[in-house]
């Protein structure tokens, strides 16, 4: 149960963003250590509820512990945030964010399910429509095309910047080790490194509208700034699976506005820790207070009929139920439904799919916008429309051509596609615009890093035994909102995730299998293969999904649907050392209206070491155009399904894809390991 400490905590009129604004020159980590204290532990495995044992009077409670405005949580929604907020009680600030701030509510007016540019297209148009200010976290920063879209748009804020006569701040974390990060996790970086060859962000000479400062986190040894986000003027929030390079992933994310940004805002404060010089202007200018800027917007609803539908929907022969049923969604194969059915706390209808929009941008052949030939758009309708005219078929394609040539990015341009041309209505549509809606709960489900307690002792150790340091921080907010999300499920439970290996999460699987509830996820073959073998590190997604379908009995299999990433214009899965055709997505939706979205991936990193930003959302209707969005731009649901005989993929001539591994690795499998390990230090490996 919610402990008095804890409901107290949540009810503090003192959060670290409030004493930022009361004297913005602080140190947000000073304010942390004053007012929340030292770690005091209790983040070890027995601390996880076993058991949904939440009862009305903790439902109570848990919901007195958030800010939903005029929203209304779903029962599911207050036992899930229920176990996150017991969290809090060894260290207030395990979540990385104020406990005040944990629960609130919000939009989202766009999602994004498509290769890794599109999502930087969008963050480049974000910044360069700012007003005051950016702040950008991301794991690992490379220079490359997709870092080329980020800094020019760096460059058009500061040109415009200057025509408004002033000056815009940006601040940048991302994590490239560092040896001076063993006495100071965070590093400030000099204008002589970011501007160095591995990097190449603007100089102060090509910004000079704006004041920039980077800082390079990291915490040894394991203790991974996973995070991947976006805050701009206060007023948006940008949540990503996807790093700042260039590869062949398809990712995802979502752009949220409303009183949820201010807790976003107040974890990016917290995660950078030091004193920021200078100051956001935004310190004393609450989201909570800004409105919602999209749906504000014209051009938004007039993508919409006036109840929320999309104003065309001829071309994708789609038979909508207009009003608050919602029409099922098939994400899955073989005839297997998640049914987005019953009520929703929005007002809108459903996600667009090809309106009329999608003509107009076909007779416009529009121009994409790119690294060596920007076109900054004034809106997200502006935005979708361009996204949709790329996928016009040019010339003599197809279009699957068109799908292909959209999925072939910088590292894989000859790739070719061998998917039969889809059928109306599963179109693939990367930009996912959302009707203008009420606002929805949402609370932060992060994790904060954890390196070890030491992290010379915890170096030597793992050199001499091939262990992690310590698997001891896992009762945190990410964790235990996964673990009680699955604990609490009653219908079905969909995943998306890169790799799926984190020892907690497997028996709670099995166990919501035996209780008759329909597990399906979706992972890719071969994600990072080499690191996953190393010791403590879980194992590859063939060999756990082997262990999973071998620990079943052949009924309590029929429950389990596990299947390897097949991209849009391919019909098997392509293993991921071939870097043509991957899928980096974390994303888990249960029951329908419960979605957990962000950087946390369903592997040991995540789940014991990195830092990872996580929201949680009740809602209907968002949660069924994700799913939606994940059935229409990828073939996985067709084709991906693995045996649940071996938890293999295998063609119709019963061969595994080339390159699998299979269920034994062989004997030298952690010589293997070490190697990708070392590829993920360098960011050539998967993170």
């Known amino acids: 149960m919610v402990s008095k400490k804890v409901y107290d905590l949540c009810h503090d009129s003192v959060t670290v963003s409030s004493e930022l604004a009361r004297n913005p020159s602080l140190a947000p980590g000073t304010v942390i250590k004053k007012h929340y204290g030292q770690d005091l532990g209790g983040h070890d495995e027995h601390k996880h509820f076993k058991e949904p044992i939440a009862s009305v009077e903790d439902l109570q409670k848990a919901y007195e512990c958030g800010k939903w405005g005029s929203t209304k949580p779903s029962d599911l929604f207050l036992k899930i945030y229920h176990d996150v907020l017991c969290t809090l009680e060894g260290d207030p600030m395990v979540g990385m964010t104020s406990p005040p701030l944990m629960g609130s509510s919000g939009v989202v007016p766009l999602s994004i399910i498509a290769p890794l540019p599109d999502i930087c297209r969008h963050m480049s148009n974000c910044i360069a429509r700012a007003e005051k200010e950016v702040f950008l ?322 170096l030597i150790k793992s050199l001499l035994t091939l262990e992690a340091p310590n698997h001891s921080c896992v009762h945190t907010p990410q964790n235990e909102a996964f673990l009680s999300a699955i604990r609490n499920a009653q219908k079905n439970v969909f995943i998306q995730t890169p790799n799926l290996n984190a020892e907690p999460l497997l028996p709670a699987l099995l166990d919501a299998v035996r209780r008759k509830i329909e597990v399906f996820y979706y992972v890719c073959l071969g994600y990072n293969d080499a690191g996953e073998l190393l010791p403590g590190q879980g194992g590859t997604n063939e060999m756990i999904a082997n262990k999973l379908y071998g620990s079943l009995s052949e009924s309590e299999k029929e429950y389990l649907h596990i299947f390897n990433y097949v991209a849009k214009d391919q019909m098997q899965p392509i293993h991921n050392k071939f870097k043509k055709r991957s899928c980096h997505i974390k994303l888990m939706i249960v029951d329908e209206h419960i979605g957990i979205q962000g950087n946390g991936n369903q592997d040991t990193q995540s789940w014991y070491h990195s830092q990872e930003v996580n929201v949680m959302i009740d809602s209907h209707i968002i949660c069924a155009a994700w799913a939606e969005g994940i059935r229409r731009n990828q073939n996985t649901h067709i084709y991906g399904a693995v045996s649940k005989d071996d938890g293999c993929w295998h063609a119709a001539d019963g061969k595994q894809a080339e390159g699998a591994i299979g269920v034994d690795p062989g004997r030298f499998s952690w010589a293997k390991g070490i190697v990708g390990a070392v590829q993920r230090v360098r960011g050539a490996g998967g993170f």
């Not at 490194?193 to 394991?222: A, C, M, W």
């Not at 098939?330 to 929703?344: H, K, R, T």
């Open 137 to 458: 976290a991301t794991n690992y920063w490379q220079a490359s095309n997709a870092s080329a879209l980020i800094t020019n748009s760096l460059k058009e804020l500061s040109r415009r910047a200057g025509e408004r006569g002033e000056k815009a701040v940006v601040k940048i974390m991302y994590d490239r080790g560092n040896a001076k990060q063993v006495l100071d996790n965070h590093q400030p970086v000099s204008v002589e490194e970011y501007t160095g060859k591995n990097v190449r962000l603007p100089s102060p000479t090509e910004i000079p509208n704006i004041d920039l400062q980077v800082v390079n986190y990291h915490r040894p040894i394991f203790g991974t700034f996973h995070s991947k986000y976006m805050v701009v003027d206060r007023k948006i929030a940008i949540l990503s699976s996807n790093n700042i390079q260039d590869n062949d992933n398809v990712e995802m994310m979502t752009h949220i506005e409303g009183p949820i940004v201010d807790s976003f805002y107040d974890m990016s404060l917290c995660s950078w820790h030091n004193e920021l010089k200078p100051p956001l202007p935004s310190y004393n200018s609450p989201a909570a207070l800004g409105g919602l800027p999209s749906f504000e917007q014209q051009s938004h609803s007039q993508m919409f009929a006036g109840d929320g539908s999309p104003k065309d929907h001829s071309r994708s022969g789609n038979n909508v139920q207009h009003g608050s049923a919602i029409r099922g969604t098939s994400v899955l194969a073989d005839g297997n439904q998640i049914g987005y059915e019953g009520q929703d706390t929005t007002s809108g209808g459903e996600s667009r799919e090809f309106p009329q929009v999608v003509e107009d941008a076909s007779k416009q052949m529009l121009p994409e916008h790119t690294e060596k030939d920007p076109h900054y758009d004034p809106d997200i309708a502006s935005e979708v429309t361009r996204a949709v005219s790329v996928l016009v078929p040019r010339g003599s394609e197809s279009k699957m051509n068109a799908v292909t040539r959209h999925l072939n990015t910088t590292i894989q341009k000859d790739t070719t596609g061998n998917a039969p041309e889809c059928g109306p209505g599963d179109e693939m549509v990367p930009l996912i615009p959302h009707p203008t809606h009420d606002p929805v709960p949402m609370a932060m489900v992060c994790r904060k890093p954890w390196g070890g307690k030491s992290a010379h002792a915890a």
